[in-house]
């Protein structure tokens, strides 16, 4: 392996209208990109930047935050502003052909806030029997969103942190070189139009044999109900008709999220809660 880590980095201009903490985007990716300069640190890594629209300044941006970093070999590939769904499938196709030189592979987005230690944290628990994916964040939605229980899951304690198994995440996670690979097709479904739901759902199988999930999902969307509260029923239908046979029959992955977050996803409906997400009660 000439790496242990690969990234595929997603850059966009536009500031999201969910934007936590930040009401410039270009401010946004200064600090996002300084933290992640500051996690790199040490990091045998190749980092590609996805530049989707950007003006010159960003690459400048970039140039600078990682000069002097012998151990991350950067480089950019520009994109005409062709959206979310088609950069993921940019970073998909750029990862695919790294996973015979790196260990372990990223996904990443630009509006993350990383701890110093966060993706060498990543890296050491995905060396763990039983772990496929990872991401950095520990989601405020499972602490306060109402949704139906599910089986039991796992939990596992580290020097610094908890893991547990998880559903789903936003799009930034890491995979072994060696997982993508077997996996690669399933991941790719975002990239044609699935969404993270579905997606996750089709990796990870879960609740995809819960009648009352199935059967809710499908009635509000003949009802007319697109967009239902109960987003994780409308997902299990959908990831059904991305995944098909691969759903029932094929391998079922683990994705674990740290507790508390190794990131912060500055997005509004991301945002710890007060006293910190793993402190948090449900209601």
């Excluded at 992640?36 to 010159?56: F, R, S």
């Excluded at 809710?216 to 009802?223: D, E, K, P, Q």
């Amino acid at each position: 392996m000439k790496y242990s880590l690969a990234i595929a980095h997603r850059v966009c201009p536009a500031l999201s209208k969910t934007a936590a903490l930040f009401d410039d985007k270009y401010e946004m990716v200064k600090a996002t990109t300084a933290s992640l300069a500051n996690a790199l640190a040490g990091v045998n890594a190749k980092l590609t930047v996805i530049l989707d629209g950007c003006p010159p300044s960003y690459a400048r941006l970039f140039r600078d935050a990682f000069k002097g970093m012998a151990c991350v070999s950067c480089e950019f590939v520009e994109t005409p502003s062709i959206g979310n769904a088609a950069t993921y499938a940019k970073q998909h196709d750029i990862l695919s052909g790294m996973a015979g030189d790196a260990e372990f592979l990223y996904f990443s987005e630009d509006d993350y806030l990383y701890e110093p230690e966060a993706l060498r944290e990543m890296m050491r628990f995905l060396r763990q029997p039983g772990v496929d994916f990872v991401t950095p964040l520990d989601h405020p939605d499972r602490y306060t969103h109402i949704v139906p229980e599910r089986l039991k899951v796992e939990v596992r304690a580290t020097d610094f942190r908890h893991w547990r198994e998880v559903g789903t995440t936003c799009c930034t996670f890491m995979v072994k070189s060696a997982t993508f690979k077997r996996a690669a097709r399933r991941l790719g479904e975002y990239g044609r139009g699935s969404g993270d739901g579905p997606l996750w759902i089709g990796i990870t199988k879960e609740r995809i044999f819960s009648p009352a999930a199935t059967i809710g999902a499908a009635l509000r969307y003949f009802a007319g109900r697109r967009q239902s509260p109960e987003g994780l029923e409308f997902s299990t239908l959908a990831a059904w008709k991305w995944h098909k046979l691969a759903l029932p029959f094929g391998r079922r992955y683990r994705l674990w999220g740290p507790i508390p977050s190794l990131a912060t996803h500055l997005c509004k409906s991301a945002l710890p809660l007060p006293g910190g997400v793993s402190g948090a009660r449900r209601p």
